[in-house]
């Protein structure tokens, strides 16, 4: 199994995560988004292939780790929406990453990029008020799809968690895990 991805990718780091908490024998292997583009028939990071499978959703991708393991994937309804909570921040915050860094599109110049700026905004609050660190788990896709996003924000200085005490509790608690700290993104 091998899976192809960045260190600096959040979506690539869930799926490391998942593949070091279950031991599963994957090589990772650092992949270039030109890569992707020749490799992989969405154009983007991660990809996974197991002999003749090819996966190219990091959603996909951790079902199919979590079943190598006879373990559920977004058991519940709640882990489920904080997973799809978390990947619409993710979504949102990439995008305006990549509108400024290749177009040099911001919040003020464009009203696409300022959508996107609001869909962070709005969602780090919500995620704030759904979020209780309390009940917090590792063991949780939602919320480890969440603590990804969360330190992906901030490893790009693309938002500031300063407003978002239980979220920035969340972020406290992940970076407790040997598995999240293992994984930290970089260069």
């Known amino acids: 199994m091998q899976l192809f991805g960045s260190y600096t990718s959040p979506f690539v780091r869930h799926c490391r995560i998942a593949i070091r908490q279950q031991d599963l024998p994957v090589t990772f292997i650092a992949t270039t988004l030109e890569q992707a583009q020749l490799d992989s028939p969405t154009m983007k990071l991660p990809y996974f292939k197991d002999d003749q499978t090819l996966l190219t959703d990091s959603s996909v991708i951790l079902r199919y780790l979590r079943q190598?393991?006879?373990?559920?994937?977004?058991?519940?309804?709640?882990?489920?929406?904080?997973?799809?909570?978390?990947?619409?921040?993710?979504?949102?915050?990439?995008?305006?990453?990549?509108?400024?860094?290749?177009?040099?599109?911001?919040?003020?110049?464009?009203?696409?990029?300022?959508?996107?700026?609001?869909?962070?905004?709005?969602?780090?609050?919500?995620?704030?008020?759904?979020?209780?660190?309390?009940?917090?788990?590792?063991?949780?896709?939602?919320?480890i799809r969440l603590a990804c996003a969360l330190d992906w924000g901030l490893f790009r200085q693309s938002f500031s968690l300063e407003a978002y005490p239980q979220l920035h509790a969340v972020l406290g608690q992940a970076n407790e895990q040997k598995h999240f700290v293992a994984t930290a993104p970089h260069e």
């Open 68 to 143: 190598q393991s006879s373990l559920p994937f977004c058991a519940e309804i709640q882990d489920h929406e904080c997973f799809a909570l978390a990947s619409t921040l993710l979504d949102a915050g990439i995008s305006a990453v990549m509108l400024a860094r290749a177009d040099g599109l911001t919040a003020a110049n464009s009203a696409f990029a300022a959508k996107q700026q609001a869909r962070v905004t709005q969602s780090l609050a919500y995620l704030d008020q759904l979020i209780d660190p309390r009940t917090w788990s590792f063991q949780n896709d939602g919320h």
